[in-house]
């Protein structure tokens, strides 16, 4: 695979090499001969042959400034022979990359700066909008991510999928990006305008009356259409412009030398936009201070934020093209061209992969972490924006509080991605493991005791100047920020690390099988129970003791998990190095010692002994 620019001249200059081969061979010929060839060569920057012909001349021309060797024949005469193996002259480095792959990374940094900054406001927003709207709040978001957003997410991958049968890559790039560009600006200058005339609430009202408050948040996604659109395409924009688009370009253009130095930096870039972007909610979240009595805030606020997407986005488009006009066609790009035989891949069914998962017991406790965190970070979220509109129920404000959050997000984030490469070389798997559940039951204590026992803890936060209220919005902020934080940069690692000492079949199938199953059902677990417990009880705040009760079920269910897997690792990994020690030292057995390693490894002092010791 070629791997820099550095290659790509080498390769010519094997070619000027392999064409001035025939050639310069019947110079040596000649030469041989002793028909006038000088018995020197000139060692300089424009070499010449000097012999009796003129096409001795024009043979050696090609290997001027080529590095170049004399080599004595047995008549005593000299022949020219070019350095295959030489290094390229003018290549530019800067930080130890040449300036294609410089330009390729800053390109591409760019690039994901730009989609993650728009991807943060329109988070940000869309929960403004589908909580505030008339008629809704935190309970919508269940049921928005049950029967809007999977479906429809599935319907886009589909859509996704056929188009690319039928474009190329740059087509299939402009054909997504831009329907989104178009309808977060319409939605803002067009659609936001016009909700009193679209939005159908007198209709959904009466049915509301028959039905019941239990059914309000369902009606409510009826009602409020519109921002539900919004809310959905704002998801898809996380999934399919991050995920697909971005990631499918950077494997495409990055080889696998440039992969492993880009990629771990935006990941630290990403939370660098989430703290610009943050400021940015901020400041048009504020714009209301200013303006006249009567003046819509929050229609302002949207046609500002909005209006940076779209630049952002046409940014990203442009930043595109010009990679693909100017970058892509001096640089050295993957052999995807070639074609390769298909591997198969291990792809199992629902039914397969719950028999595997129920099968063996690393699968399972790895399993039971991946649905718990998905579950927990549901219930908790739900419960705490339902405060947070409770505390700004102007749009205004709770998007100002979401843009603040955002920008804490990627501080801590960033912080802890740093922090953790410490974490896991001192205190190893096992307990970076165990951090993100611990966090989760700390904080959740804290805010459900805020929540749910509120009256009798009025006078003791009184004293430090808050409500309860406000409190619980402050306490449930820091638990999802620090949870998220330490899921990015402790959880995620820690759930990869647990694939390497298993065998490659158990690898293959387990990862196959966690894919199918825990991720989707980890993400719309919490949301089914809070619409069970919300129909049953007829309102998110009447079912939120319950809420608390399987959240610490859920996360003690976690640790023991956790506790557990770490110490099937532990083992896992000595015995890998027990058997390496036997192959290479060829010893009946091996004694273990081991230690922390890097990353959190366990890494094995052996001992090896044969049948003939003492001892």
């Given at each position: 695979?070629?791997?820099?620019r550095?290659a790509?001249?080498?390769?010519?200059?094997?070619?000027?090499?392999?064409?001035?081969?025939?050639?310069?061979?019947?110079v040596?010929?000649?030469?041989?001969?002793?028909?006038?060839?000088?018995?020197?060569?000139?060692?300089?920057?424009?070499?010449?042959?000097v012999?009796?012909?003129?096409?001795?001349?024009?043979?050696?021309?090609?290997?001027?400034?080529?590095?170049?060797v004399?080599?004595?024949?047995?008549?005593?005469?000299?022949?020219?022979?070019?350095?295959?193996?030489s290094?390229?002259?003018?290549?530019?480095?800067?930080?130890g990359?040449?300036?294609?792959?410089?330009?390729?990374?800053?390109?591409l940094?760019?690039?994901?700066?730009?989609?993650?900054f728009?991807y943060?406001?329109?988070?940000?927003?869309?929960?403004?909008?589908?909580?505030?709207?008339?008629?809704?709040?935190?309970?919508?978001?269940?049921?928005?991510?049950?029967?809007?957003?999977?479906?429809?997410?599935?319907?886009f991958?589909?859509?996704?999928?056929?188009?690319?049968?039928?474009?190329?890559?740059?087509?299939?790039?402009?054909?997504?990006?831009?329907?989104f560009?178009?309808?977060?600006?319409?939605f803002?200058?067009?659609?936001?305008p016009?909700k009193?005339?679209?939005?159908?609430?007198?209709?959904?009202?009466?049915?509301l009356?028959?039905?019941g408050?239990?059914?309000?948040a369902?009606?409510?996604?009826?009602?409020?259409?519109?921002?539900?659109?919004?809310?959905?395409?704002?998801?898809?924009?996380?999934?399919?412009?991050?995920?697909?688009?971005?990631?499918?370009?950077?494997?495409?253009?990055?080889?696998?030398?440039?992969?492993?130095?880009?990629?771990p930096?935006?990941?630290?870039?990403?939370?660098?936009?989430?703290?610009?972007?943050?400021?940015?909610?901020?400041?048009f979240?504020?714009?209301?201070?200013?303006?006249?009595?009567?003046?819509?805030g929050?229609?302002?606020s949207?046609?500002?934020?909005m209006?940076?997407?779209?630049a952002?986005?046409?940014l990203?488009?442009?930043?595109?093209?010009?990679?693909?006009?100017?970058?892509?066609?001096?640089?050295?790009?993957?052999?995807?061209?070639?074609?390769?035989?298909?591997?198969?891949?291990?792809?199992?069914?629902v039914?397969?992969?719950?028999?595997?998962?129920?099968g063996?017991?690393?699968?399972?406790?790895?399993?039971?972490?991946v649905?718990?965190?998905?579950?927990?970070?549901?219930?908790?979220?739900?419960?705490?924006?339902?405060?947070?509109?409770?505390?700004?129920?102007?749009?205004?404000?709770?998007?100002?509080?979401?843009?603040d959050?955002?920008?804490?997000?990627?501080?801590?984030?960033?912080?802890?991605?740093?922090?953790s490469?410490?974490?896991f070389?001192?205190f190893?798997?096992?307990?970076?493991?165990?951090?993100?559940?611990?966090?989760?039951?700390?904080t959740?204590?804290?805010?459900?005791?805020?929540?749910l026992?509120?009256?009798?803890?009025?006078?003791?936060?009184?004293?430090?100047?808050?409500?309860?209220?406000?409190?619980?919005?402050?306490?449930?902020?820091?638990?999802?920020?620090?949870?998220?934080?330490?899921k990015?940069?402790?959880?995620?690692?820690?759930?990869?690390?647990?694939?390497?000492?298993?065998?490659?079949?158990?690898?293959?199938?387990?990862?196959?099988?966690?894919?199918?199953?825990?991720?989707?059902?980890?993400?719309?677990?919490?949301?089914?129970i809070?619409?069970?417990?919300?129909?049953?009880?007829g309102?998110?705040?009447?079912?939120?003791p319950?809420?608390?009760?399987?959240?610490?079920?859920?996360?003690?269910?976690?640790?023991?998990s956790?506790?557990?897997?770490?110490?099937?690792?532990?083992?896992?990994?000595?015995e890998?190095?027990?058997?390496?020690?036997?192959?290479?030292?060829?010893?009946?057995?091996?004694?273990?010692?081991?230690?922390?390693?890097?990353?959190?490894?366990?890494?094995?002092?052996?001992?090896?002994?044969?049948?003939?010791?003492?001892?």
């Amino acid at each position: 695979m070629i791997v820099g620019r550095e290659a790509s001249r080498g390769l010519q200059g094997g070619a000027v090499c392999a064409s001035s081969h025939a050639k310069l061979n019947g110079v040596a010929m000649r030469a041989s001969s002793g028909k006038g060839v000088s018995k020197r060569l000139l060692a300089s920057r424009k070499q010449q042959v000097v012999g009796s012909s003129s096409a001795a001349r024009r043979a050696a021309e090609p290997l001027a400034s080529r590095s170049s060797v004399v080599v004595k024949s047995s008549s005593g005469n000299n022949k020219v022979v070019l350095a295959a193996a030489s290094e390229p002259e003018g290549e530019r480095k800067f930080l130890g990359m040449s300036m294609i792959s410089l330009c390729k990374f800053v390109s591409l940094a760019f690039m994901f700066f730009c989609i993650l900054f728009n991807y943060t406001i329109l988070r940000d927003t869309k929960d403004v909008l589908v909580v505030t709207a008339p008629g809704s709040g935190a309970e919508i978001i269940p049921f928005l991510k049950t029967w809007l957003n999977l479906p429809l997410a599935f319907g886009f991958m589909w859509l996704y999928a056929k188009l690319s049968d039928v474009m190329g890559p740059q087509r299939l790039f402009y054909t997504i990006i831009f329907p989104f560009l178009a309808f977060f600006t319409s939605f803002a200058f067009i659609i936001y305008p016009l909700k009193d005339f679209i939005h159908p609430y007198g209709p959904v009202n009466a049915v509301l009356e028959v039905v019941g408050d239990r059914f309000a948040a369902p009606l409510a996604i009826i009602a409020n259409w519109s921002y539900c659109l919004f809310y959905v395409a704002s998801e898809l924009w996380g999934s399919v412009v991050v995920s697909v688009l971005f990631w499918g370009f950077a494997n495409q253009i990055c080889t696998v030398d440039e992969a492993k130095q880009f990629y771990p930096l935006f990941g630290l870039g990403a939370n660098v936009a989430l703290i610009f972007s943050g400021r940015a909610v901020k400041y048009f979240s504020q714009v209301r201070a200013n303006l006249p009595p009567g003046v819509d805030g929050w229609g302002m606020s949207l046609r500002g934020m909005m209006s940076l997407v779209l630049a952002f986005g046409l940014l990203i488009a442009l930043n595109y093209w010009a990679v693909n006009k100017f970058l892509l066609p001096k640089a050295n790009l993957p052999d995807s061209a070639k074609p390769k035989p298909k591997k198969k891949k291990e792809k199992m069914s629902v039914p397969d992969s719950l028999k595997f998962l129920a099968g063996q017991k690393y699968i399972r406790d790895l399993a039971t972490l991946v649905v718990a965190y998905g579950i927990s970070i549901n219930l908790v979220e739900v419960t705490w924006k339902s405060k947070i509109k409770a505390q700004f129920p102007n749009p205004n404000d709770y998007s100002a509080f979401m843009g603040d959050f955002s920008t804490y997000t990627g501080v801590v984030t960033f912080t802890m991605m740093i922090v953790s490469r410490f974490i896991f070389r001192k205190f190893g798997w096992g307990t970076a493991a165990l951090i993100t559940p611990i966090v989760l039951f700390v904080t959740g204590i804290a805010f459900f005791s805020l929540v749910l026992f509120s009256d009798a803890l009025t006078p003791s936060i009184a004293a430090l100047g808050m409500t309860p209220l406000f409190a619980a919005v402050l306490v449930g902020a820091a638990q999802n920020i620090f949870s998220k934080s330490s899921k990015y940069s402790l959880f995620d690692p820690c759930k990869e690390m647990a694939y390497i000492p298993l065998d490659q079949e158990t690898k293959v199938k387990g990862k196959a099988a966690i894919d199918v199953v825990c991720n989707p059902l980890g993400k719309s677990g919490g949301a089914l129970i809070q619409q069970f417990l919300i129909l049953g009880f007829g309102s998110l705040a009447a079912s939120t003791p319950y809420l608390a009760v399987c959240l610490f079920a859920i996360i003690g269910i976690w640790i023991k998990s956790s506790i557990s897997l770490n110490g099937q690792f532990t083992e896992l990994t000595k015995e890998d190095i027990k058997a390496e020690l036997k192959k290479s030292d060829d010893a009946d057995t091996v004694e273990v010692k081991s230690k922390m390693g890097e990353g959190g490894m366990v890494e094995g002092e052996g001992v090896a002994m044969s049948s003939t010791s003492e001892d």
